[in-house]
T-cell receptor, first 110, second 116 residues
Framework: GNSVTQMEGPVTLSEEAFLTINCTYTATGYPSLFWYVQYPGEGLQLLLKATKADDKGSNKGFEATYRKETTSFHLEKGSVQVSDSAVYFC?????????FGAGTILRVKS | NAGVTQTPKFQVLKTGQSMTLQCAQDMNHNSMYWYRQDPGMGLRLIYYSASEGTTDKGEVPNGYNVSRLNKREFSLRLESAAPSQTSVYFC???????????????FGPGTRLTVL
């Protein structure tokens, strides 16, 4: 079946620290991969996407590369800000439906 | 342009009561979805509607019914609420095209439901 596994949180970092949130997937075929972000009290927003192997998605300083050989899509940011505090979800698209990971809470301290 | 709207934002029910969660989108999208979000489990698909007039079960449909009233509106009904249905419910919509390799989903702000 299709599934997504993310590193457990919460992840607590100081401002300007480097961020990595690991994500691996199991899928039939070659899905598109996504990172969604949920700020407190809000719905999910698409952060970035990659639709084929070796694609790099990027947005707002965040990056993730679609690695077919390791079935991974790790999220990275070089210097986090307090405003990045949120829940981050890795997801794959299968037959126009999304399969989500459990989510990783990120807390950034000033 | 409001995007995806959901009502109500909060609701408390007693076991056995019924209620309908409303969702509407103004982006002219063909597909709509209902998810529930529980701690440590991410979002799980309850039902979806690929187009007006069609609905299909998702991963966790038991205890729920849906209606795609028109292209804009997609409601979720709990006929007899149970404590296990305490959750945050999200509606989403998407313009699904076979020609695209991905179809972004747009989410509403959620409904926080507590069943006592």
């Amino acid at each position: 079946g299709n599934s997504v596994t993310q590193m457990e949180g919460p992840v607590t970092l100081s401002e300007e620290a480097f961020l990595t949130i690991n994500c691996t997937y199991t899928a039939t075929g070659y899905p598109s991969l996504f990172w969604y972000v949920q700020y407190p009290g809000e719905g999910l927003q698409l952060l970035l996407k990659a639709t084929k192997a070796d694609d790099k998605g990027s947005n707002k300083g965040f990056e993730a590369t679609y690695r077919k050989e390791t079935t991974s899509f790790h999220l990275e940011k070089g210097s986090v800000q307090v405003s990045d505090s949120a829940v981050y979800f890795c997801a794959l698209s299968y037959r126009n439906k999304l399969v989500f990971g459990a989510g990783t809470i990120l807390r950034v301290k000033s | 342009n409001a995007g995806v709207t959901q009502t109500p934002k909060f609701q408390v029910l007693k076991t056995g009561q019924s209620m309908t969660l409303q969702c509407a989108q103004d982006m002219n999208h063909n597909s709509m979805y209902w998810y529930r979000q529980d701690p440590g489990m991410g979002l799980r698909l309850i039902y979806y509607s690929a187009s007006e007039g069609t609905t299909d079960k998702g991963e966790v449909p038991n205890g729920y019914n849906v209606s795609r009233l028109n292209k804009r509106e997609f409601s979720l009904r709990l006929e007899s609420a149970a404590p296990s249905q305490t959750s945050v419910y999200f509606c989403a919509s998407s313009e699904v095209r076979a020609s695209r390799s991905y179809n972004e989903q747009f989410f509403g702000p959620g409904t926080r439901l507590t069943v006592l």
